[in-house]
């Protein structure tokens, strides 16, 4: 979980540059920042109705208001206060006359949303479902703690939007977890209905409320058969740890009229003459740019300004799908020079005969720890948007990423053998279109390396004493970070069977690879990074990538054919 000046930090000279009339960091912290809104406000309401509008009056409110804020570092607290303002404001106002909750006919409610959108399963999936049988105050506070647990927000932050103590919102936050586990029990009971309980729900309109929730937690109570949990049940906060913001929906319509003034323009007269208008989100994710307007991918927004104002630059969000900027490429490409310790595995023929690339099936040996890697070659970057945003996590069988685009994409590795070790059934590359290059291994250490200084047998791939994650045969020993390069898409799936595993997978840059590889011991780290790509179009493809998209990706040869 991120500390609690990580984030802000990140943002600092952005909301400074807004604040002192910046137009393009304006652009970005409402970029940015929308689908953490849209997250606090479509859980806190479930996604009624009213959803859209409370979205879009705290970003009007932020905007207009942002000359106001003192300290930078605070904006993320400070936007959430905003947003659960509005939404105890829409509470009030609606006191006087009966609150319909439904979600209107053909439209998902947050819950829905957040298990097709981050595709959850089993307990994640039971965990979302059940918040719909919290009250209006406990969904707004799980709508925090949920980000909080997620990393999204800290606990002081939590509070803070709260109007609370932290120590009175440890008190708060026991007390809805307590419900929200009592939820999780409705909503397995109700998977696996007894007679009895069949027979109670039959006058249930199929409205959760809290009424049924008491009704129904009774019943589970006395039930062998409900109350029965046949597997063990994992705290919610275990498995709420990194899971991704739900993505702005398409269709999702942000509209901030202006009319020439910005928060800025309050204070500041240099930008009087700007006008902006924030508009829908995107059904696929593209990047176009017209004389008119600039259309960034994952569901944010369309800036459409006057002829003469320049074009705003590729932001990087911190929540939503990513596209990234262009860099600015060097005077000149430094030579192809592989890696001292890159072996040169086999080429694979493509489907249609020709031959680019090797691909990597067969162990290399780890390069000394002062070995410093090759020279890493510029490719074109155009941008890489992720249909799993700008941070997808991907921690059970069959969870996908599909990359699209033109540029470099980090796969970080999580090995979790204390959990569940044996065989590990490696990710597969599916449906592959154009092509993707294995370019360099970082993260400061391969998995075998070893992590800790009293047990010699504990690496990153295990333990004697627990159990070890072990390669299928031939396969290639990953690095914490392994980087790829994408001219086209693909699609990653993990295919987790036998050893616990997770990776997350993330739009990056040569920039950042660049610094990763060449981050070595002098740093901190265990080893310097290594370089695969030389440059030309025999630089390695990864294992296990087809251009087919097999019903079941795990049954992708070892050997692969591109």
């Not at 509005?86 to 439904?102: M, N, P, S, T, V």
């Not at 932290?166 to 998977?191: C, F, N, P, W, Y």
């Not at 685009?405 to 279109?433: C, D, E, F, H, N």
């Amino acid at each position: 979980m991120r500390t609690d000046a990580q984030v802000p930090r990140q943002w600092r000279a952005t909301v400074a540059a807004a604040q002192a009339g910046d137009r393009r960091a304006l652009d970005e912290l409402v970029e940015g920042w929308l689908p953490l809104v849209y997250n606090v406000v479509g859980r806190a309401l479930n996604g009624h109705a009213d959803v859209d509008d409370i979205v879009q009056e705290t970003m009007l409110r932020a905007v207009d208001n942002l000359g106001s804020l003192r300290d930078p570092d605070s904006f993320r607290s400070w936007l959430v206060a905003i947003a659960m303002h509005q939404i105890r404001d829409r509470a009030r106002r609606r006191q006087d006359r009966k609150l319909d909750e439904a979600v209107p006919d053909g439209a998902a409610d947050f819950a829905e949303l957040t298990v097709l959108r981050l595709q959850l399963a089993g307990q994640r999936r039971e965990v979302a479902e059940a918040v719909r049988w919290l009250d209006a105050e406990d969904r707004q506070l799980v709508s925090l703690w949920w980000l909080e647990v997620s990393g999204e927000l800290t606990r002081r932050e939590l509070a803070a939007a709260v109007g609370i103590s932290r120590q009175h919102a440890a008190v708060r936050v026991q007390r809805m977890k307590e419900r929200l586990e009592t939820s999780r029990g409705i909503v397995r009971a109700l998977d696996g209905a007894c007679p009895e309980l069949r027979e109670l729900t039959a006058r249930w309109d199929g409205r959760p409320d809290s009424v049924w929730r008491k009704r129904l937690a009774r019943h589970i109570r006395g039930c062998g058969y409900c109350g029965d949990t046949r597997d063990s049940v994992v705290p919610a906060e275990r498995l709420l740890v990194g899971i991704a913001l739900v993505p702005v929906p398409a269709g999702f319509a942000l509209s901030l009229a202006l009319g020439g003034k910005t928060a800025v323009a309050a204070t500041s007269a240099t930008s009087a003459g700007w006008s902006a208008k924030l508009l829908g989100a995107l059904a696929k994710p593209a990047v176009a740019v017209t004389a008119g307007a600039t259309i960034v991918a994952g569901g944010a927004y369309v800036a459409v300004r006057t002829p003469h104002d320049p074009a705003p630059r590729a932001a990087v969000s911190p929540t939503a799908a990513v596209t990234r900027a262009v860099p600015r490429a060097p005077a000149t490409t430094p030579a192809p020079s592989p890696s001292p310790s890159a072996t040169s595995p086999s080429p694979s023929a493509s489907a249609s005969g020709a031959v680019y690339g090797s691909v990597v099936d067969a162990v290399d040996t780890a390069p000394d720890p002062d070995t410093e890697p090759g020279a890493l070659p510029h490719r074109p970057e155009g941008g890489i948007t992720s249909s799993g945003g700008a941070h997808a996590v991907l921690n059970h069988r069959g969870d996908s990423v599909t990359l699209s685009g033109q540029g470099y994409v980090l796969v970080r590795w999580q090995i979790s053998p204390q959990y569940r070790a044996g065989s590990l059934v490696m990710p597969s590359w599916t449906g592959l279109k154009g092509k993707i290059f294995h370019v360099a291994s970082g993260g400061g250490r391969r998995m075998d390396d070893r992590v800790s200084a009293t047990d010699s047998s504990a690496t990153g791939m295990g333990s004697s004493a627990v159990g070890y994650a072990v390669l299928p045969a031939g396969a290639q020993q990953m690095w914490q970070n392994e980087y790829y390069y994408v001219d086209g898409s693909v699609t990653f799936t993990v295919n987790e069977r036998g050893a616990d595993y997770g990776v997350s997978v993330f739009p990056s840059s040569w920039d950042a690879v660049e610094q990763d590889v060449l981050t070595g011991p002098a740093d901190g780290a265990t080893r310097y990074g290594l370089v695969r790509d030389d440059g030309t179009d025999s630089a390695p493809v990864p294992q296990y990538v087809t251009r087919k998209t097999p019903s079941d990706p795990a049954t992708v040869p070892q050997k692969s054919v591109v």
